[in-house]
């Protein structure tokens, strides 16, 4: 994308309340951060006091009721510098609006930012991603935390992309699982979405997956499926089957969705012609890269892959301090 309609704003120092005096439309706005960051994170599907409570959250473990004390022994209070967000590897980004909101917790004055790309952009090593202008102390004490959540999160899109991009032209979409980093879910899931991935269900309230010991409790996979539907008749179900046997009882039972656990392409393709269209088919388990155009060539909806969010290396991406123009 072209950076040239990228903004250079002001932002931050509005600290707890958001003491800005500004009119907050959306309930969402009423916190700490600055109202248009806020709108931001809102709009990436983010929820932006939940953002917020992070970055306080890493600031609080980093500085563990203490200062930064080689900064504030180093540099005065009064230095101002830029601090460049920089690529140190080709990859995808995310999370530059949660770093913002790192530094938002951690500035105590206002602070410029000039935004040179935008979440879910590919980036080659040496590039710059985020500058921003404000009080050198600031910038070196929150370094760190914003760091550790903007490569985490550029690190899953980056995985997730080269995933989407061996399901190009088919219908297949790769998909996240639950195994996220505790208290990052929605950020780790939101790194999915940036990297050309869909999301499952974000929490066990939202939809409802049967799995072995579900059907071992149950006494079958058609008697689990039932028991759900009967106490839950308006949330989604997925249900797990190990054998084509099991595909055919659950599609009869009414099933929205299935994963096939463990199944090999020609087993996928040979599910996909018994559900024939009515039920959405999901592949997990024995998925690599190197086979998931096979997997997805079969017809299967989804691909399952859980390592996006509990194996995923981080992009590295680094802050290199200069003075300010």
């Not at 659950?250 to 929205?256: M, Q, R």
């Not at 656990?261 to 998925?287: H, K, M, Q, W, Y």
Request: charged fraction near 25%; proline fraction near 2%; aromatic fraction near 4%.
């Amino acid at each position: 994308m072209s950076t040239d309609d990228l903004p250079l704003v002001t932002t931050g120092g509005c600290g707890d309340g958001c003491g800005c005096g500004a009119e907050h439309d959306e309930a969402y706005l009423e916190c700490g951060l600055d109202p248009v960051l806020a709108e931001l994170l809102a709009a990436a599907g983010l929820d932006p006091i939940e953002v917020e409570d992070i970055a306080t959250v890493a600031i609080q473990e980093d500085l563990a009721g203490g200062v930064d004390v080689t900064t504030v022994a180093t540099i005065s209070e009064e230095a101002v510098a830029t601090g460049d967000f920089t690529a140190r590897e080709a990859g995808v980004v995310a999370g530059l609006r949660v770093a913002e909101a790192v530094l938002s917790v951690v500035c105590t004055d206002e602070f410029e930012v000039e935004r040179h790309v935008e979440d879910g952009d590919r980036v080659e090593a040496g590039q710059r991603l985020l500058s921003v202008t404000t009080r050198t102390q600031d910038l070196l004490t929150a370094e760190r935390s914003a760091l550790n959540l903007l490569c985490r999160l550029s690190g899953i899109a980056t995985a997730t992309r080269a995933w989407a991009d061996a399901l190009e032209g088919t219908k297949a979409k790769v998909r996240d699982t639950r195994k996220t980093t505790p208290g990052l879910r929605a950020l780790e899931k939101f790194a999915v979405r940036a990297g050309g991935g869909v999301n499952h269900r974000m929490s066990l309230s939202d939809a409802a997956l049967v799995k072995d010991n579900h059907v071992v409790a149950a006494g079958g996979v058609a008697e689990a499926f039932k028991a759900v539907r009967e106490s839950f008749p308006d949330v989604p179900i997925e249900v797990e089957v190990d054998t084509l046997h099991q595909l055919r009882e659950v599609v009869e039972a009414g099933a929205d969705l299935i994963l096939l656990d463990n199944f090999t392409p020609d087993e996928c393709a040979e599910a996909v012609g018994i559900v024939a269209g009515r039920a959405l088919l999901e592949a997990s388990g024995r998925l690599t890269l190197a086979t998931a155009r096979a997997y997805a060539d079969t017809g299967v909806d989804f691909l399952a892959v859980g390592a996006l969010t509990h194996s995923s290396p981080i992009l590295d991406i680094g802050l290199d301090l200069r003075e300010a123009e």
